[in-house]
């Protein structure tokens, strides 16, 4: 081993992925381009985890190098890949914060069925949680107020989506404006 894989670094998740009682992909992001770079490639990665996962009754595996952490419900599989070095106690509370959002977001109805039909605010979520690799919240309660989701709201749509997006651009938009007149008035003194 070199000295430059074990300097720590802000990178700690290599992917993400939610899979079916079949080992059928759901959902994946992978954050490493050089890890699995093809579509093939994380695929077959896919197929040889949920083999040596799905009938294990463990939280944690280590295969091609990398520590993957993981965890069931009903007919999905919830996996968090890092690399061997990688401490499984900081992937275990991606894992988790993952799992109690989407379960909050689900109705506590984590099924293939239902996640498929709110694939929106499970990206979301996924976001919220992970960014380029860098884990940016393990709360869960941190992260469903982020993607402004309140249990007694209807699911996700389109339009709740559309409707957040519309928000911060007009926020965004509002504090532009506010600079240029600052600027401007500055300017003019």
């Keep these: 081993m070199d000295s430059m894989s074990l300097e ?12 079916d009682n079949d080992g059928t992909r759901l959902l994946s ?3 490493d ?5 093809s579509m093939k490639e994380q695929k077959n990665f896919e197929r040889n985890v949920f083999n040596k996962t799905h009938k294990a009754d ?3 595996a280590f295969l091609e190098g990398m520590t993957i952490v993981y965890k069931s419900s009903i007919d999905l599989f919830f996996y968090v890949v890092g690399s061997a070095q990688e401490n499984e106690l900081m992937l275990m509370s ?7 959002s989407l379960s909050h977001i689900l109705r506590k109805n984590v099924e293939r069925r239902c996640l498929l039909d709110n694939m929106e605010g499970v990206f979301l979520v ?3 949680i992970i960014d380029g690799g860098v884990i940016l ?9 982020k993607v402004n989701y309140r249990a007694d709201e209807n699911p996700l749509t389109e339009q709740s989506v559309a409707q957040h997006l519309t928000e911060k651009l007009a926020l965004t938009t509002n504090v532009l404006q506010s600079a240029k007149e600052q600027i401007k008035w500055s300017i003019l003194k």
């Design 29 to 31: 992001k992978y954050y």
């Design 137 to 145: 919240e393990s709360d869960p309660q941190q992260v469903l107020q």
């Design 8 to 19: 720590p670094s802000l990178y700690t998740v290599k992917a993400v992925f939610i899979l």
């Design 58 to 60: 463990n939280e944690i």
């Design 33 to 37: 381009p050089e890890l699995y770079p």
């Design 94 to 100: 991606v894992l988790n914060c993952l799992f109690e």
């Design 126 to 128: 996924v976001d919220e």
